[in-house]
Antibody, heavy 123, light 109 residues
Framework: QVTLRESGPALVKPTQTLTLTCTFS??????????VSWVRQPPGKALEWLAL???????YYSTSLKTRLTISKDTSKNQVVLTMTNMDPVDTATYYC???????????????WGQGTLVTVSS | EIVLTQSPATLSLSPGERATLSCRAS??????LAWYQQKPGQAPRLLIYDASNRATGIPARFSGSGSGTDFTLTISSLEPEDFAVYYCQQRSNWPPGYTFGQGTKLEIK
């Protein structure tokens, strides 16, 4: 059974750095083809992809946010960590981690999601 | 960067009716498109991948079609639990990344 769970602070101040941890089970990020990603959703708005890390430690970031994001993994702990620097009130959102699955035909999709964690940026 | 545009923004229908949701890509994504359902307070759930394949456990009333730039999600006969927000999603090879549409809210009429 695949599960993912996000953890981190519920409240951060402007200019601070946010650190979120995704703890997962039911699969290994050392298995070829496996990826874990972060997606966020401001209240009442659409989903926005942030970053992903794959089994080979390759990392990819949203073009608009890449200067602020760092993603890493600890395979032994089954964890993926996302840091986002210089937080602003517009970064207030629910942050999800999700597993990415490669389909037989070569597409990539988010097949399992955590429940999300709401992060509010306010002084 | 590929942009996904969903229409309509809101769709008001009654249980038992047929729902047709559209997703248009700014350039071809072949058949590499997915649909997700999101209910209030919940994470998105994968419904359809590779444009037309139902994910595990998804009822047969959900179907997807299309290729290239125009895609459709059809719910053949709406159940009360189907009223939610639906997103389409694609993956770009370059720059590598993922994009979502802005969503279609399916509400009870």
């Amino acid at each position: 059974q695949v599960t993912l769970r996000e953890s981190g602070p519920a409240l951060v101040k402007p200019t601070q750095t946010l650190t979120l941890t995704c703890t997962f089970s039911g699969f290994s990020l050392s298995t070829s083809g496996m990826c874990v990603s972060w997606v966020r959703q401001p209240p009442g708005k659409a989903l926005e992809w942030l970053a992903l890390i794959d089994w080979d430690d390759d990392k990819y970031y949203s073009t608009s946010l890449k200067t602020r994001l760092t993603i890493s993994k600890d395979t032994s702990k089954n964890q993926v960590v996302l840091t986002m620097t210089n937080m602003d009130p517009v970064d207030t959102a629910t942050y999800y981690c999700a597993r990415i699955r490669r389909s037989r035909d070569g597409g990539y999709y988010f097949d399992y999601w955590g429940q999300g964690t709401l992060v509010t940026v306010s002084s | 960067e590929i942009v996904l545009t969903q229409s309509p923004a809101t769709l008001s229908l009654s249980p038992g009716e047929r729902a047709t949701l559209s997703c248009r890509a700014s350039q071809s994504v072949s058949s590499y498109l997915a649909w997700y359902q999101q209910k209030p307070g919940q994470a998105p759930r994968l419904l359809i991948y590779d444009a037309s394949n139902r994910a595990t456990g998804i009822p047969a009333r959900f179907s997807g079609s299309g290729s290239g730039t125009d895609f459709t999600l059809t719910i053949s006969s709406l159940e009360p639990e189907d009223f939610a927000v639906y997103y389409c999603q694609q993956r770009s090879n370059w720059p590598p990344g993922y994009t979502f549409g802005q969503g279609t809210k399916l509400e009870i009429k």
